[in-house]
């Protein structure tokens, strides 16, 4: 009989079951269910696929058959059964990396010695909520639409020349660190569902910025909002992924 179904198989399911150890760090006799039903909450892939692992364990057991000199095929899956569990196994082991899927969208930047008034100009221009504030080439903060609103406010308020404020104040004067607590940073090797899980955990998430090792004071690689939620969904939707 061909038992190459099987050796398909089996060739995932030790391959999910190793990045499943070394994403919760347990023994090498770990149970595969329970390491499964572990790891739900650490991986977003884990987590929407948890059923299927743990029957696809349960099918590892009666496919193979521990003999004398290695393991034999008892039993053969069909193509079905092995093409989900290879594709659980692309998702999880080689998911889709957000610089490699969104690596052409655009965002807006300003130089930090420019004065607001162009940060003004390029919200008006852009219709973008979020500048890139750069300092010599690297990511110095961010300035936020609704934040510039409020210094402008303030400066008016207190009977302040805003024409003055908005010309001779520069970007840079104004970036403040607690606004990026409004704001995620990941590194370039974040996934397509790290972001997604981002904005589910998040609601009140401004953007997802991406630079080198997710710190600031690097080149900004990417930038996601809530507005580009839809077309993430859309992604792994047409990634042939489950419904989120």
């Given at each position: 009989m061909d038992y190459d179904n099987a050796a398909r198989f089996l060739k995932s399911y030790n391959r999910i079951e190793s990045q499943l150890k070394a994403l919760y760090n347990q023994r090498p006799t770990q149970n595969f269910t329970d390491l499964v039903k572990r790891c739900t909450d650490r991986n977003i892939t884990v987590r929407r696929y948890e059923n299927e692992l743990v029957d696809y364990g349960k099918l590892r057991n009666a496919i193979v058959h521990r003999a004398?000199?290695?393991e034999l095929f008892i039993a053969n899956?069909?193509?079905?059964?092995?093409?989900?569990?290879?594709?659980?196994?692309?998702?999880?082991?080689?998911?889709?990396?957000?610089?490699?899927v969104f690596k052409n969208k655009k965002f807006s930047v300003v130089f930090a010695d420019k004065p607001l008034l162009e940060a003004v100009k390029i919200f008006a221009g852009t219709e973008k909520k979020t500048l890139v504030v750069y300092d010599h080439g690297t990511m110095k903060g961010v300035l936020n639409a609704y934040y510039l609103f409020g210094k402008i406010a303030e400066c008016a308020e207190g009977g302040g020349d805003v024409t003055a404020f908005l010309t001779q104040t520069d970007c840079g004067e104004i970036v403040d660190e607690k606004l990026l607590e409004k704001y995620q940073m990941l590194d370039r090797n974040a996934t397509v569902f790290d972001v997604f899980e981002a904005f589910e955990d998040r609601k009140d998430l401004y953007a997802v910025i991406v630079t080198e090792n997710g710190v600031v004071g690097e080149k900004v690689i990417a930038m996601l909002t809530p507005s580009d939620f839809p077309a993430i969904n859309r992604y792994l939707e047409n990634f042939n992924a489950k419904t989120f």
């Open positions: 004398v000199g290695g899956p069909c193509d079905e059964v092995v093409r989900n569990i290879e594709y659980i196994e692309r998702q999880l082991c080689n998911p889709p990396k957000v610089t490699d």
